[in-house]
C-alpha cells in the first residue's frame, strides 16, 4: 500500500482522537463555564462514547455498499461540523448535542479508516498496517489531547473545539480527492451485523474492548481533575501530564505489534490486563511525589494503548469474513468503554474521592482479563480459532 494512503488514515484518526478524546482536559474549565462539577462536565466523554457505541456498527453496516472513500470523507465531514457547533455553544445541554453529532461523524471514521487498511495491505503486513492507521490515535493522545487542555486553560475551552473543525473540515476533502475508488472490503450489510451479535464467543470477545477501556476510563475521564485535588497541578502541570500519557501511548503502540508477534494476540492481552490493575491502584492509592505520579501515568497509558492492535489481530483471526463489522464493533465497544469507565469513575469519585478511581479501574481491567479463557472455551465448542 503507498505509505501516502496510511499516512492519511492515520491522519484522520489523529482528527477523530483529538477531538473524541480532547475534552478529558477540558473538563475543568468547561465545568467552570457553565458551572459543573466534575462529574457531570465528564459527560461529554460519556455522552459522545455512548452515541458511537451505538451508531458505529449500524452506520458501517448501513453504508457499506457505499464507496469507503466518500464514506470516510462524510464522516469528517460531520465531525467537524459537530465540533464547529460544540464551539459554539451557548449552553451545557446544546454542547452535549454537538459532541452527539462529533460521534456520529467519528462512527464513521475509525472502523472505516481500520477496514480500508486492512483491504489495501497484503495479510503477512496487516498487523504493521493497522498499527500505522492507528498511530493517528496514538498521536492524538500524545500531542492532541494536551493541546486541547491547553488551549482550553490558556484561550479558553471553544478554541479547542474550533481548531479540531479547522482541521477535520479540510482533512474531508482531501479524503475524497485522493483515496482510491472502488477499495475491495467485504461487503458486509445488517445480516452479518445480527450474525455477529448472535455469535456468543464474538460478542465475548468484543466485551474484553468494553471491560479493559472501561479500567483504563475510570481514571483517564478524571485525569485533569485528579491532578488538580491530589497533586495542586495547574494548566501547565495539567497539560504536560496529558503530554506524557500520550507518550506512553505512542510507546505501547509501538510495542503492541513486538508483543503480539511473540506472545499472541490472547496472551499479550492477559498481560496488559493484569499489568494495568497493579499499575492504577499505586496511582490513586499511594501519596506519590510528581515525578513519581509522571512515571505511573507513561506506563499506564503505555499498557493501555498497547491493546488496540492485539485485539484487531485477534477479532480478524475469530470471524474473518465479518472483519468490517467486528472492527466497527470493536470501535463502538472502546466507546462503550470509555462510557463505562467514565461513569463508573464519576459515580466512584462523587462518593469516595479521588483514591477509589484507581480500585474502581483496576476491578474492571481483572474482570476483563478473567473473560479471555471463557472465549477460547466458546469459541473451540464452535469449532473456531481464539
Same mark, same amino acid.
Given at each position: 500500500?503507498?505509505?501516502?494512503?496510511?499516512?492519511?488514515?492515520?491522519?484522520?484518526?489523529?482528527?477523530?482522537?483529538?477531538?473524541?478524546?480532547?475534552?478529558?482536559?477540558?473538563?475543568?474549565?468547561?465545568?467552570?463555564?457553565?458551572?459543573?462539577?466534575?462529574?457531570?462536565?465528564?459527560?461529554?466523554?460519556?455522552?459522545?462514547?455512548?452515541?458511537?457505541?451505538?451508531?458505529?456498527?449500524?452506520?458501517?453496516?448501513?453504508?457499506?455498499?457505499?464507496?469507503?472513500?466518500?464514506?470516510?470523507?462524510?464522516?469528517?465531514?460531520?465531525?467537524?461540523?459537530?465540533?464547529?457547533?460544540?464551539?459554539?455553544?451557548?449552553?451545557?445541554?446544546?454542547?452535549?448535542?454537538?459532541?452527539?453529532?462529533?460521534?456520529?461523524?467519528?462512527?464513521?471514521?475509525?472502523?472505516?479508516?481500520?477496514?480500508?487498511?486492512?483491504?489495501?495491505?497484503?495479510?503477512?503486513?496487516?498487523?504493521?498496517?493497522?498499527?500505522?492507521?492507528?498511530?493517528?490515535?496514538?498521536?492524538?493522545?500524545?500531542?492532541?489531547?494536551?493541546?486541547?487542555?491547553?488551549?482550553?486553560?490558556?484561550?479558553?475551552w471553544r478554541v479547542a473545539f474550533f481548531v479540531v473543525a479547522a482541521l477535520a473540515l479540510p482533512l474531508a476533502a482531501?479524503?475524497?480527492?485522493?483515496?482510491?475508488?472502488?477499495?475491495?472490503?467485504?461487503?458486509?450489510? +445488517?445480516?452479518? !451485523?445480527? %450474525?455477529?451479535?448472535?455469535? #456468543?464467543?464474538? &460478542? *465475548? $470477545?468484543?466485551?474484553?474492548?468494553? @471491560? =479493559? /477501556?472501561?479500567?483504563?476510563?475510570?481514571?483517564?475521564?478524571?485525569?485533569?481533575?485528579?491532578?488538580?485535588?491530589?497533586?495542586?497541578?495547574?494548566?501547565?502541570?495539567?497539560?504536560?501530564?496529558?503530554f506524557a500519557a500520550g507518550l506512553g501511548a505512542v510507546l505501547g503502540n509501538l510495542l503492541a505489534g513486538w508483543l503480539?508477534?511473540?506472545?499472541?494476540?490472547?496472551?499479550?492481552?492477559?498481560? +496488559?490486563?493484569? !499489568?494495568? %490493575?497493579?499499575?492504577?491502584? #499505586?496511582?490513586? &492509592? *499511594? $501519596?506519590?511525589?510528581?515525578?513519581? @505520579? =509522571? /512515571?505511573?501515568?507513561?506506563?499506564?497509558?503505555?499498557?493501555?494503548?498497547?491493546?488496540?492492535?492485539?485485539?484487531?489481530?485477534?477479532?480478524?483471526?475469530?470471524?474473518?469474513?465479518?472483519?468490517?463489522?467486528?472492527?466497527?464493533?470493536?470501535?463502538?465497544?472502546?466507546?462503550?468503554?470509555?462510557?463505562?469507565?467514565?461513569?463508573?469513575?464519576?459515580?466512584?469519585?462523587?462518593?469516595?474521592?479521588?483514591?477509589? !478511581?484507581?480500585?474502581?479501574?483496576?476491578?474492571?481491567?481483572?474482570?476483563?482479563?478473567?473473560?479471555?479463557?471463557?472465549?477460547?472455551?466458546?469459541?473451540?465448542?464452535?469449532?473456531?480459532?481464539?
Amino acid at each position: 500500500m503507498p505509505g501516502g494512503i496510511l499516512a492519511l488514515l492515520a491522519a484522520a484518526n489523529f482528527v477523530a482522537g483529538m477531538g473524541a478524546l480532547g475534552v478529558v482536559g477540558l473538563v475543568g474549565p468547561v465545568g467552570l463555564a457553565f458551572d459543573r462539577p466534575p462529574s457531570e462536565a465528564g459527560w461529554m466523554m460519556s455522552l459522545y462514547a455512548l452515541v458511537y457505541a451505538v451508531a458505529a456498527p449500524g452506520l458501517v453496516s448501513l453504508t457499506g455498499g457505499l464507496d469507503r472513500a466518500r464514506v470516510l470523507s462524510i464522516g469528517l465531514c460531520l465531525f467537524g461540523g459537530g465540533a464547529l457547533a460544540a464551539g459554539l455553544a451557548q449552553g451545557f445541554v446544546p454542547l452535549l448535542a454537538a459532541r452527539a453529532t462529533m460521534a456520529v461523524g467519528g462512527a464513521l471514521i475509525t472502523p472505516v479508516a481500520a477496514s480500508i487498511g486492512v483491504a489495501l495491505s497484503p495479510p503477512e503486513r496487516r498487523g504493521r498496517a493497522l498499527a500505522l492507521v492507528f498511530s493517528g490515535l496514538t498521536l492524538a493522545q500524545a500531542l492532541g489531547v494536551p493541546a486541547c487542555a491547553w488551549l482550553g486553560y490558556a484561550l479558553g475551552w471553544r478554541v479547542a473545539f474550533f481548531v479540531v473543525a479547522a482541521l477535520a473540515l479540510p482533512l474531508a476533502a482531501l479524503v475524497a480527492w485522493s483515496l482510491p475508488r472502488g477499495i475491495a472490503v467485504p461487503r458486509v450489510g +445488517l445480516r452479518t !451485523l445480527g %450474525a455477529a451479535l448472535a455469535t #456468543p464467543h464474538l &460478542l *465475548l $470477545a468484543l466485551g474484553f474492548t468494553v @471491560l =479493559f /477501556l472501561g479500567g483504563a476510563y475510570a481514571f483517564h475521564t478524571f485525569l485533569g481533575p485528579y491532578a488538580e485535588a491530589r497533586h495542586g497541578l495547574a494548566r501547565d502541570g495539567v497539560t504536560a501530564l496529558l503530554f506524557a500519557a500520550g507518550l506512553g501511548a505512542v510507546l505501547g503502540n509501538l510495542l503492541a505489534g513486538w508483543l503480539a508477534d511473540r506472545l499472541g494476540p490472547v496472551r499479550t492481552l492477559a498481560l +496488559l490486563g493484569l !499489568l494495568q %490493575a497493579l499499575i492504577l491502584l #499505586p496511582l490513586t &492509592l *499511594l $501519596a506519590l511525589p510528581v515525578p513519581m @505520579l =509522571f /512515571l505511573g501515568v507513561v506506563l499506564w497509558s503505555m499498557v493501555g494503548w498497547a491493546f488496540g492492535v492485539p485485539q484487531q489481530l485477534r477479532l480478524a483471526a475469530l470471524a474473518p469474513a465479518m472483519t468490517p463489522v467486528l472492527f466497527a464493533l470493536n470501535a463502538a465497544c472502546i466507546y462503550a468503554g470509555a462510557s463505562l469507565g467514565g461513569i463508573a469513575g464519576g459515580l466512584a469519585l462523587d462518593r469516595y474521592g479521588t483514591a477509589a !478511581l484507581g480500585p474502581t479501574g483496576a476491578l474492571l481491567s481483572l474482570i476483563a482479563v478473567a473473560s479471555l479463557p471463557l472465549v477460547a472455551r466458546l469459541g473451540r465448542s464452535r469449532g473456531t480459532r481464539r
